[in-house]
């Protein structure tokens, strides 16, 4: 008999904004991992999770770190890279979680579903003081990823950080000149309480500062660095944005520059150019920026729907030239001439939706309503979402298979192998907090009507793991993909305390197949932790 533990779930945040203000082992054959603080690692590497005191606006509190940085560090492999990362929970600040497990953002996990660290989805969380080695080979994918805890609300204190998948033969690689670690851009929230504390609190979470790549301001505080994107004049340079907060989307600029989007989410797409980028919690974009301004310094700027001032130095970076001086810029916005438009982003890799191209004839049709309860979660079908005592893996394993044998009940889909899968999100207001960025784990989906829009493309739609279910009644966010990849995949929304308030559900995909191909490889250090101390 395994004995597990069972998550307990904070309560956490929705309507009403509040502001907080702080006045107070497998077989396989791998290289030895390292296990050193640099702010990037490779796809053989050591994940030491612990806490510290850090200040990157200039507000001390202790968080939760990889290899003592804020943001975790960059992971860089090749295409087809084995990946084998040891994880080490060494946290021992009760006032945050204990816990935790590390998901793999955009993944795939291609019969590697034990190693999505998806907690009590597909593992139980390390305790204290155990280790789990995630090993998985991200077959024929590359791109802009990142990685975070799935435990509760953890990653909002911290464990959050990129991973890039390169690609020695892009297709794209003739549109840019520059692309390494300098050219990675992260943006993400802040808060100087810890996400346990704010879990208590039924409000929208404002939170306390915007950094870009780990650094920022808040109101009232010290003039902290800003960070620095340096550039020569006349490259081209590929910048990879990720959004790895826990609650606001971004509206991403360059004072004076145009971007061209190249990459969508891990999915290369015919050039687009724009002056700005809307983009949601866990969305990736490359975009290619040409040095072709005066030597100067030019404002980086990364407004939030929750703060969209630039006052004192908030919500900023600096793009600097080679050559301009060491000084804050004094470059005005915009011009902001060509539109962001989501339906215009077209795959240039096998591109078009599977299934018939008709909304409502996939083989698996569903209509997935969002909403809020009279105990304020939220839900999905009038379901919300909370942690089942045994991973839903293990269960497949242990032999439930039908919807009827799964926990949580009302929140598993099992969905036939080898079919076209259609799910629809109408009505997103219902749900407050809008707009819901909903990712699938295990895939990207095929976005045939997007957000703003009655219209429907089956034949080039843009292609992504994470979209917007939109902002308005009329929408109706519909997406497609193939049942090729057997296991339990979460769906949920990416803004944290929304995911840990209910709004999720699991895709149990092909559960026969699932277990048959996962019980021979699954590795022992997984069973392990389902077992308690």
């Not at 904070?10 to 702010?39: D, G, R, V």
């Not at 504390?197 to 409000?203: H, N, P, S, V």
């Not at 790895?244 to 971004?250: I, K, V």
């Not at 150019?273 to 700027?301: C, E, F, K, M």
Request: one cysteine or more.
């Amino acid at each position: 008999m395994v004995s597990v533990s069972i998550l307990a779930f904070a309560l956490l945040t929705i309507p009403n904004a509040l502001s907080i203000s702080m006045t107070s082992s497998s077989t396989t054959s791998l290289p030895a991992p390292t296990a050193t603080p640099a702010s990037v690692l490779g796809p053989v590497s050591q994940l030491n999770i612990g806490n510290n005191y850090i200040a990157p606006d200039g507000y001390n509190r202790s968080a939760v770190l990889v290899n003592g940085i804020f943001p975790a560090p960059l992971i860089k492999a090749n295409k087809n890279d084995p990946f084998a990362v040891k994880i080490v929970n060494e946290l021992t600040d009760n006032t945050m979680p204990l816990e935790t497990s590390v998901h793999w953002h955009g993944l795939f996990q291609h019969k590697s579903n034990w190693a999505d660290g998806a907690s009590y989805v597909t593992q139980c969380p390390l305790h204290p003081d155990e280790a789990f080695t995630a090993q998985f080979t991200a077959t024929d994918q590359s791109g802009t990823y990142w990685y975070h805890s799935h435990y509760s609300t953890q990653y909002c204190d911290g464990l959050r950080g990129p991973l890039v998948i390169y690609d020695p033969e892009d297709p794209l690689a003739s549109l840019y000149d520059v692309d390494d670690e300098n050219t990675v851009i992260t943006l993400s929230d802040w808060y100087h309480l810890s996400s346990v504390e704010l879990g208590t609190i039924f409000a929208q979470m404002i939170p306390n500062s915007t950094l870009i790549n780990g650094r920022g301001r808040y109101p009232g505080g010290p003039s902290t660095p800003l960070s620095v994107i340096n550039v020569k004049p006349g490259l081209r340079y590929r910048f990879r944005l990720i959004n790895l907060a826990c609650d606001p989307s971004f509206n991403f600029t360059i004072d004076s520059h145009r971007m061209t989007i190249i990459e969508v989410d891990g999915n290369e797409v015919d050039p687009v150019a724009v002056d700005s980028i809307p983009i949601l919690v866990g969305q990736r974009y490359s975009v290619v920026v040409t040095a072709n301004q005066s030597v100067g310094n030019y404002w980086i700027r990364a407004s939030t729907h929750l703060s969209s001032t630039f006052d004192g130095g908030q919500n900023l970076a600096i793009l600097r030239y080679e050559g301009a001086p060491d000084e804050d810029p004094a470059s005005t916005a915009g011009p902001y001439e060509l539109s962001f438009n989501e339906g215009n982003l077209h795959p240039i890799v096998n591109p078009g939706a599977p299934g018939i191209p008709e909304i409502g004839k996939a083989d698996v049709n569903i209509q997935l309503a969002v909403a809020i309860n009279s105990s304020r979660y939220f839900t999905f079908n009038h379901v919300s979402y909370a942690s089942p005592p045994v991973p839903v893996l293990l269960q497949i394993l242990s032999g439930a298979q039908p919807a009827s044998q799964l926990l949580p009940n009302g929140s598993v889909y099992v969905l036939p192998l080898n079919q076209t899968i259609e799910i629809s999100f109408p009505n997103p207001t219902r749900a407050p907090g809008f707009p819901h960025p909903i990712h699938l784990h295990g895939h990207t989906f095929d976005v045939v009507r997007v957000s703003g829009s009655n219209a429907t493309n089956f034949v080039n739609p843009v292609r992504r793991d994470v979209v917007s279910i939109g902002s308005s009644a009329t929408d109706n966010v519909t997406i497609r993909f193939s049942t090729d990849n057997p296991g339990p995949w979460f769906l949920h929304c990416h803004i944290n305390w929304h995911l840990n308030h209910g709004l999720a559900a699991v895709m149990a995909e092909a559960p026969a197949q699932a277990a048959q191909e996962l019980a021979p490889v699954i590795p022992a250090d997984w069973n392990q932790l389902c077992t308690e101390a």
